[in-house]
């Protein structure tokens, strides 16, 4: 036994090894003897050794404490971290708990974390680590690769970038957007760079899956919702299709505080999740029957007469007129010779006819506020301008009909739940002064996940809970920052830079007559910025939309039609060309698909819902893939270069800006860069020095630019360094010009470094901040939303001016979606293309009595 027994001296010497190799972390392939001679032994010597207690306070000492966060992590929320640094390395991580209440009544955010955080520097040392950059030498996919410098990476990209530029345009080079960045100064850098280049930004909202279709149509927003601490003011929470214990755990702590001054808390979800266990009610409906539910409590709404009727007459499009011969809303082409399409009527029971209806598209009149009651129910006629005579009813009174077979004894039969569950639930809307949703973006993931969202919005639409405190609907809003778009388009600094995107924006001629819309009260000014910001995206910033990529490539366009055959009356490809032949589609039409490829934080490959068919019909056809990533994934196997990115805590960022949240959160680059690791802005900062030092070499031609005009990649570097005023680790400063901005007023990099977080000061101006949040938030005060509508009266950004519940689009007629309805999802183990499946979906759309217009 004395053979094999171990002496406390050599125990304790064993465990100071293991503890510094714990405590920091780093596997061993990461140590990398300098020279030959540096591997040879020294004097052997022994380390200093106390007693166990002495071990264990060298652990609780450290050189620096530094602000960070998770920046480019894919997480609907922010927390801050005090991040403990020792001998260069970080340590471990602590939540900072410096969270104010936001208003008196209403609980902080204190404690913000969870244990994905807690567990970075796991990470950030492990074995799934970057550290060199690396060239592929086999095959793609074949894991052949060999350790270049950075000088030999950067000289090769960039000639085949050229190459490739030159063969096929600019255009053709794309970087992946998301969804694991940040809106700090790497981001930036990598989007300035695709800018700068002419590149193309392929919007993946709906690729990735969480683009809130149904919350688009019903009220011109994808992405709803203020900070989390409003959650404790509602009276009646219902989590649907979220588990934010899991998810959001963060802000969870706020549902169940609620409870304890009476809130009532609901969950709807088929699994018994780690949100349900502290539910005062859970309704474990079967899989894609949440629309079914949604329009039970719709119909009790109104049959019970637990509606907000003033709010719906003004709010809403249900007072609007629709003509029962052909379904569609009436309009001024209907009634008047060379009437406007986009104008739409209600009627007025004191002249007893139809009138104009203040708000819509088509109107002049930006306001909704009403003179008198419109009607939501009955049926009139009227005569057309051809002479003929039709009867016009509201949109309420076919809502009415059309919810008429959604009783609770139907409803229980297709969502598999219990009359009385649902009849409680209904009650306990119906009885609420504040209700409230809570939807994840995993809830427009599931097929029909639009019809599901409307009925939900359809609901707190009847209860007037829209444009309340209180009330309404969370699923997440944005907070803008615009310094963010100025960094990404400058190319010179301050306030030089700053003008020339303002004025780059809007042709003269266009910013002249928006400015004369607002004196004249044609449009409202949230109006006019969205314009502008459209005219922007369609116009300056090269941007497509990932279907008009995919139904470019080869063969791409029928893997589609097939996954979808017989779900639709027409093939898949025959709405794509409508709707592109006829600009409904936003983005640019795609001659060549991408030919150079720049992933970033991502993980595409495995992402991808069809990743099959992206890497045998785009992927494989690509010249160049490069991968800039802190760690290896599948897409990076199969790229031509894996570039070491910085980890979170070794460069500076800013967590992504959600409104749960109302602090801007900054991350400090605590330490240097692992290995020969170096941040994005860096890497693009060398990426386009080579490319400008290569094209004056060889005097390249100027590229016709994607939606800018000409493009001249001899001056590439200058632009994107802003003339020189940005150099090779000028991070922080970008950093200091993203902070310029409206929701960060006063707010500098100084500030950050010592505190971690500051207060949002506004909401932006962007599209979605500027009309989504309250105008009079300014940092005090929990963060709701919507109240441009409800309290100004502005239209919203819908076709009717309204929050909307009826679509007369053909496509929605074609397919019976007018109302939000719902529609059975194919069997497990189903496909759509089985006729099995189309029949079950048409059985279920139309329940026993239901009429369709």
């Not at 049959?303 to 009727?309: C, R, S």
């Not at 599948?634 to 894996?642: L, P």
């Not at 971690?756 to 005090?780: E, M, R, V």
Request: charged share 25%.
């Amino acid at each position: 036994m004395s053979g094999v027994s171990l002496g406390r001296r050599r125990f304790l010497a064993l465990a100071a090894t293991a503890t510094v190799a714990g405590v920091a972390g780093i596997p061993l392939f990461h140590y990398r003897f300098k020279t030959p001679a540096d591997a040879l032994p020294g004097p052997r010597t022994r380390p200093r050794l106390g007693t166990w207690e002495d071990l264990y306070r060298q652990r609780w000492t450290w050189d620096k404490i530094a602000k960070g966060t998770h920046g480019w992590a894919n997480c609907r929320s922010a927390c801050a971290w005090d991040l403990y640094v020792k001998n260069g390395v970080v340590v471990r991580e602590e939540q900072s708990a410096t969270y104010e209440q936001s208003e008196p009544g209403v609980p902080d955010f204190n404690p913000r974390g969870c244990q994905k955080g807690a567990c970075y520097t796991e990470v950030m040392y492990g074995p799934s680590r970057t550290s060199v950059p690396l060239k592929r030498v086999g095959p793609r996919g074949s894991g052949q690769w060999e350790p270049i410098g950075w000088d030999q990476a950067m000289q090769e990209i960039a000639e085949k970038c050229i190459g490739a530029a030159s063969r096929w345009g600019t255009d053709t080079l794309y970087q992946d957007l998301g969804p694991n960045f940040d809106f700090g100064p790497t981001t930036a850098g990598r989007f300035k760079f695709q800018f700068m280049a002419g590149g193309l930004f392929a919007d993946n909202w709906a690729e990735i899956g969480d683009l809130n279709i149904g919350a688009t149509m019903s009220m011109g927003f994808a992405h709803v919702g203020g900070s989390s601490d409003e959650w404790f003011l509602s009276d009646y929470l219902v989590v649907w299709m979220m588990n934010p214990s899991v998810t959001q755990i963060p802000d969870a702590h706020f549902l169940y505080e609620a409870r304890y001054k009476g809130t009532e808390l609901v969950v709807i979800d088929p699994v018994y999740s780690a949100t349900a266990i502290h539910a005062d009610q859970w309704l474990p409906l079967a899989v894609g029957t949440d629309a079914a539910l949604g329009l039970a409590v719709a119909r009790h709404l109104i049959e019970v007469q637990a509606i907000d009727l003033p709010y719906v007459r003004e709010q809403t499009d249900l007072p609007l007129l629709a003509r029962l011969d052909t379904g569609r809303l009436l309009r001024e082409e209907d009634l008047v010779e060379g009437g406007r399409e986009s104008q739409l009527y209600l009627w007025h029971p004191g002249n007893n006819a139809p009138v104009l209806a203040p708000g819509c598209t088509g109107n002049e009149t930006r306001r909704l506020s009403l003179d008198f009651e419109p009607p939501i129910d009955g049926q009139w006629t009227i005569r057309l301008k051809d002479g003929q005579e039709v009867a016009v009813v509201p949109v309420g009174a076919i809502l009415k009909e059309h919810l008429e077979p959604w009783t609770f004894e139907y409803t229980a039969e297709v969502t598999g739940l219990h009359v009385e569950q649902i009849r409680r639930f209904a009650e306990g809307f119906a009885r609420a002064k504040r209700p409230m949703v809570l939807s994840s973006w995993g809830s427009n993931r599931f097929l029909h996940s639009d019809l599901m969202n409307r009925a939900k919005i359809l609901c707190l639409a009847l209860k007037g809970a829209l444009g309340r405190k209180g009330a309404g609907y969370q699923a997440t809003g944005w907070v803008d920052l615009g310094g963010f778009g100025n960094a990404m388009q400058m190319e010179r600094k301050g306030l030089r830079g700053r003008m020339a995107v303002l004025l780059g924006a809007m042709p003269p001629g266009d910013l002249f007559n928006a400015v004369l819309d607002i004196a004249r009260g044609r449009k409202t000014q949230s109006e006019v910025e969205r314009a502008g910001e459209s005219y922007y995206l369609k116009n300056k910033l090269c941007m497509t939309d990932v279907v008009e990529v995919n139904f470019k490539a080869d063969g791409y366009r029928d893997a589609l039609n097939r996954e979808e055959k017989d779900l639709f009356s027409r093939p898949l490809a025959a709405y794509h060309d409508e709707a592109s032949e006829k600009g409904w589609a936003p983005g640019l039409p795609r001659k060549v698909p991408p030919k150079v490829f720049f992933s970033g934080g991502a993980n595409l490959l495995r992402r991808n819902n069809l990743p099959q068919y992206l890497k045998a019909l785009i992927w494989d056809d690509m010249e160049l893939i490069v991968d800039i990533n802190p760690k290896f994934s599948y897409t990076g196997t199969q790229s031509d270069y894996i570039l070491p990115a910085a980890g979170w805590y070794e460069k500076t960022g800013i967590k992504y800006t959600v409104a749960h949240v109302p602090y801007v959160h900054y991350c400090d680059a605590a330490v240097p860069p692992l290995g020969e690791s170096k941040d994005e802005y860096e890497i693009y900062w060398l990426l386009s020095r080579e490319i400008e030092r290569q094209a004056k070499a060889m005097d390249l031609p100027v590229f016709d630019g994607c939606g800018r005009g000409s493009i001249d990649w001899k001056t590439l570097h200058q632009r994107y360094s802003n003339h020189g005023a940005l150099g090779q680790k000028d991070a922080e400063v970008l950093c200091a010009e993203i902070l310029r901005s409206e929701a960060t007023e006063g707010v500098t990099v100084a500030d950050l470094k010592r505190t971690g977080i500051a207060k949002f000061t506004g909401t932006g101006s962007s599209i979605q901040a500027s009309a989504l949040h309250n105008p009079d938030w300014k940092g005090a005060g929990v963060l709701n939303t919507l109240t441009r509508f409800t309290e100004y009266k502005e239209p919203w950004p819908t076709y009717s001016g309204r929050i909307t519940s009826f679509i007369d689009h053909p496509w929605f007629i074609e397919m019976r979606e007018q109302f939000a309805t719902h529609k059975d999802s194919p069997g497990q183990g189903a496909t759509i293309r089985s006729s099995s499946s189309a029949a079950m979906h048409a059985g279920r759309s139309t329940p026993p009595g239901a009429t369709r217009r």
